[in-house]
């Protein structure tokens, strides 16, 4: 059975920083892409950024660069998100999702099939 589960989230005043972190179960982690995605109240979902099984990170936004970054550690089945100059508009629920991908695949490339319930964030002004 496959989870995923984000942790992390919270109210954090704007220039603030926060770390999102995003930990796996029964799949093999380190053949995964991992991604983030975001949803602000009464918006469309948006991609973040990624990054693939092979580290490279890839932005889907050029408003979060290079704000926003995200890591993984295999040994411990997880990825993270660490967030810094926070801004009221990144507002949002935050997702985690991972998708096996090749080596040498481009996260951006991947069709997102497990996801967590999301965490959601706040950054007040």
């Known amino acids: 059975q496959v989870q995923v589960v984000e942790s992390g989230g919270g109210l954090v005043q704007a220039g603030g920083s926060l770390r999102l972190s995003c930990t796996t179960s029964?799949?093999?982690?380190?053949?995964?892409?991992v991604a983030w995605f975001r949803q602000a109240p009464g918006k469309e979902r948006e991609g973040v950024l990624c990054?693939?099984?092979?580290?490279?990170?890839?932005y889907y936004t050029d408003s979060v660069k290079p704000r926003f970054t995200t890591s993984r550690d295999n040994a411990k089945n997880s990825a993270y998100l660490q967030m810094n100059s926070l801004k009221p508009e990144d507002t949002a629920m935050y997702y985690c999702?991972?998708?096996?991908?090749?080596?040498?695949?481009?996260?951006?490339?991947?069709?997102?099939?497990?996801w967590g319930q999301g965490t959601r964030v706040t950054v007040s002004s």
């Open positions: 999702a991972a998708a096996l991908g090749g080596y040498l695949s481009s996260c951006r490339d991947s069709n997102y099939n497990y």
């Open positions: 029964g799949l093999t982690f380190a053949a995964y892409n």
């Open positions: 990054i693939s099984r092979g580290g490279s990170v890839t």
